[in-house]
């Protein structure tokens, strides 16, 4: 996994099911690269009007 806090891990199983019951579309980020996709998406929601949420994995934070 590579998440030094352990309540992180927790907290990341919680928070999928928590956004899932509320009907929000989560993205996840696992490498920098990913976050290239942060514009299209954020455009997306204030389109729609609508939350969405963007997950960071702790290989996303890794320096490398």
């Known amino acids: ?3 030094p806090v352990a309540c992180q891990v927790e ?9 899932a019951q509320l009907n929000i579309p989560t ?3 696992h ?3 990913d976050a ?5 998406i954020l ?3 204030y389109m729609a009007r609508k939350p969405v949420a963007v997950l960071m994995d702790a290989t ?3 320096r490398q």
């Open 31 to 33: 490498q920098p690269e």
């Open 27 to 29: 993205y996840h980020f």
């Open 43 to 45: 455009s997306h929601a």
């Open 1 to 3: 996994v590579g998440e």
């Open 36 to 40: 290239e996709e942060l514009s299209g």
């Open 60 to 62: 996303f934070w890794k």
């Open 11 to 19: 907290m990341a199983v919680h928070t999928k099911a928590l956004l």
